[in-house]
């Protein structure tokens, strides 16, 4: 038995993507994250963190999205996740990068602006958006230059961290951001956006009142 417990926000729909692209059969246990159900004892027992996304396979469990994305790759022996030592570091590199750097400003400009409100934690402090504004225009040009010459991050051929960086980058639709000055980065979000593992994964969501 594989449940995947998750949110509608990007650390949760990570896996997901991942868990749709590899054609993995899981059943997906919504955790309402504003109504506080990661800290029921349900959850407590399963996970330490109380947060979600957790991945259950039978009586063991997995959190961190990273993680859970790598361990889905691996058992699947799927190219996702590349087995040649740096074919594998460049898909590492590319998740550290969206963790530590774009996603990390682009999650805590969603935070601030969508969450707070919807979850009524109160007005978005606007020091913290304006410096969050300022990192995502610098490292979309990174991500933007990067894509050049190549349609996915590490190449050719999509990886788990195409699917892990698109769950950050989608947050630029309810934040009303624009790729127009990043043509490279637009078509890549264009290209992850048309498949249908990203359909199948935004359906699972929308029940559950999802903005896709």
């Not at 639709?173 to 990203?198: I, N």
Request: hydrophobic share 35%.
């Amino acid at each position: 038995m594989v449940r995947l417990y998750g949110y509608w926000t990007q650390n949760s729909m990570k896996p997901i993507y991942v868990a749709e692209e590899l054609g993995i059969d899981y059943e997906f246990q919504f955790v309402d994250l504003v109504k506080g159900e990661n800290r029921t004892d349900e959850i407590r027992a399963l996970t330490p963190t109380g947060k979600v996304p957790l991945l259950q396979i039978d009586d063991k469990t997995l959190f961190e999205s990273g993680a859970i994305c790598r361990y889905l790759a691996n058992t699947a022996h799927s190219p996702l996740y590349p087995e040649p030592p740096l074919e594998r570091a460049w898909v590492d590199q590319w998740l550290d990068y969206f963790t530590c750097h774009l996603g990390r400003w682009l999650s805590l400009l969603y935070f601030e602006t969508i969450i707070k409100k919807m979850a009524g934690m109160g007005d978005p402090d606007e020091k913290s958006c304006q410096e969050a504004q300022r990192y995502i225009g610098e490292q979309m040009t990174v991500v933007d230059s990067c894509l050049t010459n190549h349609p996915y991050l590490t190449g050719d051929q999509p990886s788990i961290a195409d699917l892990f960086a698109f769950a950050y980058v989608e947050q630029i639709e309810p934040l009303k951001l624009s790729l127009a000055d990043y043509p490279h980065l637009e078509r890549w979000y264009r290209r992850l956006e048309s498949r249908p593992s990203v359909k199948q994964a935004r359906d699972k969501v929308v029940p559950f009142g999802a903005p896709y």
